[in-house]
């Protein structure tokens, strides 16, 4: 099966750990990947802002760059929701490209739904000892239906133990440009996530989507708090960390 | 009502600094999150009975004018006279019209949005009647000279000590804390305002067309009495608010007590058909329906339709991150949270609530919990692109995205951009990995640090590797 891996902006820039523990994760289950190294971003940045025309342009580029592949795997819930769920309404005032769309649309997962539900992954490389609690991120759980994959794949570690936190399906506040518009309120939101994260005593929070990594550390560790990890799901799965390069 | 929501931050920021405002949304949320989620897990085929009560409503929205003429037809043969408004302005001055007509010089009201909306209050006690507020929630923002802060808990943003002082204050008597108590006190305060009223006000949450019905969904009482005690009854409904049959609104009802409040039914329902009918013994002697536009036909004409479909039930805010932080007051109009972030820039103009649709961070809680299932965050959107269409974005905005889409497109400037962020990120974020202050990012950087990229990109690594 050849599928293609959708990086993202953010894992890119941000954390490219989480794009090589994708590729990891898919090769050591068989799979043929490619990554089609002109990719950037799936758009939603200017779709979210109502700049509908840069949105579908940036949409007809990632049709074509994985237009030759069986399945397309994003590492995020929010992209890959994007790509999924909001393509479609996107484009739709092309319709010759509808038969390629379909496709992709069709074929287009996040990380740990094709690991649980495409590939049956049964043994993951990763080792962590301690507690960990999961972030249930928006878009990959009320677009794209992400709940009990990350947590079937996370309990397949030895040594690992979830604790789930108070309101795992609370919003963390980043919320893209939101985070950047109204701060005040975005930290506010943040806030009561990082209260819960804090409260269940986990060594780590752990979820789908870097943008909410950047919120939660970032205020975190502003906070002042040095010690919580958190972690993409892919990197503790796939044993790889985000040390620098 | 005023707008004032082009200061939603300076509003909002408020909100956050005021500790007793976040006591009291605790609450709400704690108390109508949970109850809204345990009732739903009694009705079996919940979906089927949401997507049933969207196409009720869808069904409504698509034959306005066909429903509201039968709406008319059996109201009238019923005794009730039944009267067109299409702007706010024209809803008040039928009001007072009505109220000169019978020479009204009190009247009591039961809690109405749509008369948020047309400022009716002050407009009447502008032509010198006085106007009795008798929802609980209602009467203690009357008395604080305060604006509903939520659209079926008007004063949810006041917790219960500052209610204990305000009526310790405007009641003169000993002040009291316990909740039951305060509500009798209220009650003993308003009980001769019912009972000496010309006039009741009500709104109404739906509107019959089958039986010509204007009904109300009420928890304390003082609605039935609104319909029934005064000589004169006026109901002011949006001409949103028909619903083709009795069934329709049987099964809606199933929806709009559990999602607002978590109740399996709210302790009164009030159906109001015609005035008092020889042989009754109570119900007043003239009742008069208005029935408003105030914008709903423009809103029914767009691509923001389907925000017609709310049936008022408030579990979009209730759910909504942002509305739990800021409260009502920051949206600077009649309906907060998600769907007045739709609903207020459809209404007073798009260019008088320019944060409103932008501030949400699309999590689509809302959109899961609404009843019938308006996909509000594809509705902020879409007033998103307007905005941008219309030229409305601030200019660093507008030059930030068009370079950022333009190097995104253009793969081999992009690499190089982001490698050289990657460096300097790496570099910026120093031993601790953190960037303390983002460039551009003053809101982010306020109170969050940012984690440092490691150095290299993904791109160059994958590179590398091969």
């Known amino acids: 099966m050849r599928v293609g891996l959708f990086v993202t902006c953010l894992v890119d820039l941000m954390r490219p750990s989480v794009g090589l523990s994708a590729l990891k994760l898919l090769e050591n289950a068989g799979c043929e990947v490619v990554v089609p190294t002109t990719q950037t971003c799936c758009g939603q940045p200017a779709y979210n802002s109502g700049d509908r025309r840069s949105a579908q342009a940036l949409a007809r580029k990632v049709l074509r760059e994985f237009s030759d592949c069986d399945c397309v795997v994003v590492p995020s819930g929010s992209c890959g929701g994007m790509i999924k769920i909001h393509y479609l309404e996107l484009l739709e005032e092309s319709p010759e490209l509808r038969p390629k769309l379909q496709h992709l649309v069709e074929n287009v997962w996040e990380l740990s739904d094709f690991l649980v539900n495409v590939l049956a992954v049964q043994r993951v490389p990763g080792q962590f000892h301690g507690t960990v609690t999961y972030h249930d991120c928006c878009s990959g759980l009320r677009e794209l239906g992400v709940k009990s994959q990350p947590r079937e794949l996370l309990a397949k570690i030895p040594g690992l133990t979830l604790k789930e936190m108070a309101n795992p399906e609370q919003c963390c506040g980043f919320g893209g440009t939101f985070a950047v518009k109204f701060g005040d309120i975005s930290a506010r939101i943040t806030d009561e996530k990082c209260a819960d994260i804090v409260a269940t005593g986990a060594d780590a929070v752990v979820l789908a989507d870097v943008g909410c990594m950047l919120s939660i550390e970032g205020r975190l560790r502003r906070g002042g708090d040095a010690n919580t990890k958190v972690l993409h799901f892919a990197e503790i799965l796939a044993g790889v960390t985000n040390d620098p390069s | ?466």
Not at chain 2, 389 to 395: N, V
């Open chain 2, 1 to 466: 009502m005023q707008v004032t929501s082009q200061q939603f931050k300076r509003k909002a920021a408020e909100a956050l600094a005021n500790p007793q405002l976040r006591k009291a949304l605790g609450n709400l949320r704690a108390r109508m999150v949970s109850g809204r989620a345990r009732s739903l897990l009694e009705l079996e085929n919940l979906e089927q009975i949401r997507e049933a009560a969207k196409s009720a409503r869808d069904f409504a929205l698509a034959h306005l004018d066909h429903l509201l003429e039968r709406f008319e037809l059996n109201a009238c043969a019923r005794g009730a006279q039944v009267h067109w408004a299409e702007t706010g302005d024209e809803v008040n001055q039928l009001v007072l019209e009505i109220a000169r007509r019978n020479a009204v010089r009190k009247i009591i009201k039961s809690k109405s949005m749509l008369g948020e909306e047309t400022g009716l209050n002050h407009y009447l006690e502008a032509a010198g009647i006085e106007v009795r507020e008798t929802d609980l929630g209602e009467y203690i923002i009357q008395e604080a000279r305060e604006t509903p802060s939520h659209i079926i808990a008007p004063a949810v943003h006041r917790t219960a000590e500052e209610v204990a002082d305000l009526f310790q204050q405007k009641h003169k008597l000993p002040r009291k804390t316990d909740i039951g108590e305060m509500t009798r006190e209220a009650r003993m305060v308003l009980r001769p305002h019912f009972l000496t009223a010309d006039m009741g006000i009500t709104g109404a949450n739906f509107l019959v067309a089958e039986t010509g019905t204007s009904m109300i969904v009420t928890n304390e009482g003082n609605g039935r009495m609104t319909t029934t005690l005064p000589r004169v009854h006026v109901a002011i409904a949006g001409i949103e608010k028909v619903l083709a049959t009795l069934e329709d609104v049987a099964f809606i009802l199933r929806l709009l007590t559990r999602s607002a409040t978590g109740q399996p039914i709210s302790n009164y329902l009030t159906f109001t058909t015609g005035p008092k009918q020889a042989g009754d013994k109570d119900g007043p002697d003239e009742f008069h329906i208005i029935i408003v536009d105030a914008g709903r036909t423009r809103v029914l004409a767009s691509d923001l339709r389907a925000a017609l479909r709310c049936i008022r039930c408030g579990a979009c805010m209730n759910h909504c991150p942002v509305y739990q932080s800021v409260g009502g007051h920051a949206y600077g109009w009649v309906y907060p949270g998600p769907i007045g972030a739709v609903l207020t820039p459809a209404y007073v103009g798009l260019d008088n609530a320019l944060d409103l649709p932008n501030a949400a961070t699309l999590c689509n809680q809302c959109g899961v919990v609404c009843p019938v299932k308006i996909p509000l965050p594809d509705l902020m959107r879409k007033l998103r692109e307007q905005q941008v269409e219309r030229g409305l974005r601030p200019w660093p905005e507008r030059l930030t995205l068009k370079l950022w889409a333009w190097a995104a497109l253009r793969p081999a400037a992009y690499a190089w951009i982001t490698g050289m962020l990657a460096r300097i990120g790496r570099w910026a974020g120093g031993s601790k990995r953190l960037i303390h202050k983002l460039p551009g990012g003053a809101a982010w950087s306020r109170h969050r640090d940012m984690p440092a990229p490691s150095g290299k990109t993904f791109r160059e690594l994958y590179r590398h590797r091969r």
